[in-house]
């Protein structure tokens, strides 16, 4: 699992992550909400060591990875596959380009077999016959695809969704929703997601944690979060305007 353990973080001054602790239940979906602003990509990058925390501690596996060297911590990172808000796909490679760099960087396969393992992730969301398009000839829901095959090709153990429906129709985000529950209920990796689309994302995960002011406000199931009686996460969650905004 990853776990969080009193970390801080602050930008020319600004606190951001406020001695901030949060556990990522093995194998489950977490969904990490709240407010435009709060952090919530930074608190996933504390996640994989693309930002350390001034202080605290962030344990994956039980490693606590804040002081580790980028040797060791490049290590921890093959466990990861991460789907970016905007796909991070490389505009000058094809799909298969895109989808093989992996496998071409980090391990000694064949050809053949690069080729069947892409075909095969492509296969894994619902993509045939894009092999030789490249990204601007996609539409915003197949290049989420496409970074998804990528992602989830070395088998990793986490899956770290940073705004994976952010520019789709209602229509696609919710078949993105789909793609990834299902895609999660097949490989069984622990998966965070950050995310704006509420209520939505309440069908798809197990937990739910929303950040707020640095800390997390919130933590439970969705039932449970529906349920709460906080004025912050009533507001958010609901979209109420009445009285004073709390998110100001």
């Known amino acids: 699992m990853i776990t969080l353990q009193q970390v801080r973080k602050s930008f020319d001054g600004q606190v951001v992550l406020d001695d901030l602790d949060l556990e990522i239940p093995s194998g489950r979906i977490t969904a990490i909400i709240g407010p435009s602003g709060e952090g919530k990509s930074v ?95 996609l539409s915003g829901g197949m290049r989420k695809r496409v970074g998804l095959a990528r992602a989830l090709l070395l088998d990793p153990s986490f899956v770290l969704f940073d705004e994976p429906t952010t520019g789709l129709d209602p229509i696609i985000c919710n078949a993105m929703h789909k793609l990834i529950q299902d895609t999660h209920d097949r490989f069984g990796f622990t998966a965070v997601i950050v995310t704006h689309e509420v209520p939505a994302i309440f069908e798809i995960c197990d937990y739910v944690a929303m950040l707020y002011h640095g800390k997390i406000l919130f933590r439970g199931t969705p039932e449970e979060i529906r349920a709460s009686g906080e004025p912050a996460v009533r507001q958010f969650i609901t979209g109420e305007l009445k009285g004073p905004l709390k998110f100001l």
Do not use: C, W
């Not at 991070?88 to 992996?102: G, I, K």
């Not at 071409?104 to 064949?110: P, Q, V, W, Y």
């Not at 069947?116 to 016959?129: F, K, M, S």
């Open 43 to 137: 608190l996933l990058k504390h996640m994989i060591g693309l930002l350390k925390p001034d202080s605290g501690r962030v344990m994956v596996d039980g490693d606590d990875i804040v002081p580790m060297g980028r040797v060791e911590l490049n290590r921890v990172r093959e466990k990861f596959g991460v789907l970016f808000q905007n796909a991070a796909l490389f505009d000058s490679m094809t799909v298969f380009e895109n989808v093989a760099f992996p496998l071409r960087e980090k391990t000694r396969l064949s050809r053949e077999e690069i080729r069947n393992r892409v075909h095969d992730a492509l296969e894994q969301v619902g993509l045939r016959g894009v092999d030789g398009k490249y990204p601007d000839q």
